[in-house]
Nanobody, 123 residues
Framework: QVQLVESGGGLVQAGGSLRLSCAAS????????MDWYRQAPGKQRELVAH???????NYADSVKGRFTISRDNAKNTVYLHMNSLKPEDTAVYYC?????????????????WGQGTQVTVSS
């Protein structure tokens, strides 16, 4: 199966920056879309950034112009570059990847989630 390992979270001051990483490993697979979500205590999980297999990107209005999502296909890794961080960006950030498992009679679609990484922005 596909496993995701996240890293890069931490504590920063408002206006600072962080880069989150999410690396996929495990079964033989092909990744299509990759997403970053975040969830603050007492709030619903929200989509903050998306990148398709073709490289097109979409962002939540609240992070547009400050966050950048990118991917390294050779490393099966997706990144989230976060600049000009605000206290309201404080949340646990989760990556999600969707694709297909290979090496079977029929290809099998999958959706995998990372363990989450804490981002805390102080005022």
């Amino acid at each position: 199966q596909v496993q995701l390992v996240e890293s890069g979270g931490g504590l920063v001051q408002a206006g600072g920056s962080l880069r989150l990483s999410c690396a996929a490993s495990g079964s033989t697979f092909s990744i299509n879309a990759m997403d970053w979500y975040r969830q603050a205590p007492g709030k619903q999980r929200e989509l903050v950034a998306h990148i398709s297999s073709g490289g097109s990107t979409n962002y939540a209005d609240s992070v547009k112009g400050r966050f950048t999502i990118s991917r390294d296909n050779a490393k099966n890794t997706v990144y989230l570059h976060m600049n000009s961080l605000k206290p309201e960006d404080t949340a646990v950030y989760y990556c999600n990847v969707r694709g297909v498992l290979l090496g079977r009679v029929d290809t099998t679609p999958f959706s995998a989630w990372g363990q989450g990484t804490q981002v805390t922005v102080s005022s």
